[in-house]
């Protein structure tokens, strides 16, 4: 059996009155990401980690940010897109662990959910979608509330 392992990165700016999407649920916060699309960091980083799997470039070289059929789209609409790719291509997931870095809100309680509506989409179990969650101690971007971050690893492999 053949595997590939792929990362992703993603960050956005935090602005008040903004919806905050992250893992494919809205979260009720003062502030949220800012972005062409929902801005849902945390799918960014799992379609790049999926794409860099498999050597298909990353997420912005397939859905622009100059693309207006693009904006405001639900990244769990791009990230459908991306398991297509992966597909064609003849691999499955095998499992993602990503890594979110903000200060406020506390995401534990929605971490569940979120496992659940990312697995349906990338056709695998809720246990093999690994979310956590930290902060930055206060510094930097993140850490001043400004921004949040992401990062996700992905292990594909060839379907037989």
């Known amino acids: 059996m053949k595997f590939r392992i792929g990362q992703g ?3 956005h700016q935090l602005a008040e009155n903004h919806p905050f999407w992250l893992g494919g649920i809205q ?5 949220g990401a ?11 980083a799992i379609c790049d980690a999926l794409l860099g799997a498999l050597a298909l470039r990353d997420i912005g070289y397939h859905f622009s940010n100059k693309d207006p059929k693009y904006k405001g789209i639900d990244s769990k609409k791009l990230l459908a897109e991306v398991m297509v790719k992966i ?10 662990d990503a890594m979110i870095c903000l200060e406020a809100p506390k995401i534990n309680p929605f971490i ?4 659940e509506i990312l697995a349906k989409i990338m056709k695998v179990e809720s246990e093999d979608v690994s979310i956590k969650a930290t902060t930055s ?6 850490g001043r509330r400004e921004g949040i971050t992401a990062t996700a690893v992905a292990l594909v492999y060839k379907k037989d």
Do not use: C, R, W
């Not at 979260?27 to 502030?31: F, G, Q, R």
């Not at 800012?34 to 960014?44: F, R, T």
């Not at 101690?137 to 993140?142: A, D, N, P, Q, R």
């Open 87 to 96: 597909e064609e291509k003849g691999y499955a997931v095998g499992n993602v």
């Open 112 to 115: 569940p959910q979120m496992q």
């Open 34 to 44: 800012v972005g062409h699309s929902d801005a849902d960091v945390l799918i960014h």
């Open 9 to 11: 990165y993603d960050v």
């Open 27 to 31: 979260i009720e916060h003062t502030h």
């Open 137 to 142: 101690e206060t510094l930097g971007f993140v």
